[in-house]
């Protein structure tokens, strides 16, 4: 099923200095369940479409539907972002209520403490629901956020190169989470990243954005069975494959 | 040993003063001009007992103590919803600044004749004293709170579904507390020490200020000393007060 339909997405920016097309013409079907990574040369835009899509941007031009047909609903996404973004002055557990206790979801007190308490143990953060965010170690801070993002149970959730930042063994732990994720509860997930490897070894499909103003270039399908072993031959083909693209521009 | 010597540090150079003072007011024997620790000590450890007839060193400390904090919460009330709507809004912030900025830099003394012919000498006058020289720290501090918002967190809070007032009181008003705190301490201290100077004007009948004004008027400088002592007590207190308040409230400060 197609929880996302981009067709012919474009953004124009300009400032005082300078005006620049960052995408000109962006076509792609997310289904239901996916992990998609997006990837592409450095200043493609592949960040402007995770923003446009999570309703902080708008196109210029180009139509996004949801599963229904219509008007894709930036309501039904939820962002991560490289620098967790975490509110420092919140608990744990108050960052991840935080999307829960808008007045748009109408959720009664009691079931957001159920549902916090379903996600921290979901990212294993269940001692941790009273601590203040600057005393967690980066791959904590960016489960708290996932957990955050997850609260309001998106259709599709936004990740904007959420593990870059971190060390290589919380990235991979994270990686592997997000898998896990995905098969537990079904959601959808659309990751930027720039690092091949991580594309390869996360996403169902890849898809890798020309330099700017960009399109889609090439779209990889991974049907490898994990989990997956960067250390085989077809993995290691894939990655060359995939950075060749990204490099080419 | 570790945590006690830099204290006894801090003792240090006071000990040292009074040691050099006394050494002097024996020598000098005119207690016009230094009066000894045996006189000043007396003044200090029955804080109850009345002076000149008069109130005592505590009622005329908890008199200042009170119009400082009317002033102060007065200031609050006004300058933190203002700098709050300053800060939001780039068109106020426009209409406010010059004509704060012109008003900044006038000390609040400079308002007291003006303070007496509005509001006749007496609590009405000082409290507008105080209110001129708390408002503009909290106001700016304010200000500048709302300019460490970092536009991540604001983002984040839109991701997830918040409103524009939801944002201004779930994200504006908690990032920009910690740098509002910072205003109402140093506030706190400047409405202290213009409180003190402005009750030694003539016209007041109560408070610290005019204790030592009156002291002066009577020669008696020991009970001068006594009170300069209590108003920096009381300086150092208060600010504690709102240094722990800044640890214990705002932990996560600079630490993201």
Redesign the interface.
Known sequence: MQVLVLKGISKRFCDDQAEFQALSDISCVIHKGEIVCLMGPSGCGKSTVLRIL???ESSDSGTICGSDGDVFD??H???V?Q?H??????SVYDNIA??LR????KIPQKQIAQKVHDLLSLVHMEEFANV???QLSGGMKQRVAVA??LA?EPEILLMDEPFSALDPFSRHELQDEVIRIRDTLGTTFFIVTHNPEEAVYLGDRIIILSKRPSSVRKEIEVSSPRPRDLAEPEMIHLVREVTGYVSSG | MKRVLPILKGFAIPVFIIVIWQSLSMYIQNSFILPGWETIIPVLIHPAEPLFGGASLFQNSLISLQRVLYGFLLAVFIAVPLGLLCGWSKSAEDYVNPIIQILRPVPPIAWMPLAIAWFKIGFGSLLFIIFIGSFFPVFISTIEGMRSI?I??L?????????TL?KFK??VI??A?PSIWTGLRLAFGVAWMCLVAAEMLPGTSAGLGYLIMFAYNLGQIQVIVAGMIVIGVIGIVSDSIFRIGQTRL????G??
Do not use: N
């Not at chain 1, 808008?102 to 979801?105: A, D, E, F, G």
């Not at chain 2, 983002?155 to 409103?163: I, K, M, P, R, S």
């Not at chain 2, 705002?250 to 400060?253: E, Y």
């Open positions: 999570s309703g902080l930036p309501v996404t939820a962002m972002f620098e973004g975490l509110f420092p002055w919140l935080y999307g808008m007045k748009v979801r203040l965010p600057h955050r993002a309001i | 970092r991540r967190w983002e984040v809070a839109q991701t997830l579904g918040a409103t939801e779930t994200v908690p990032g507390l705002f932990g996560w400060q630490k993201e």
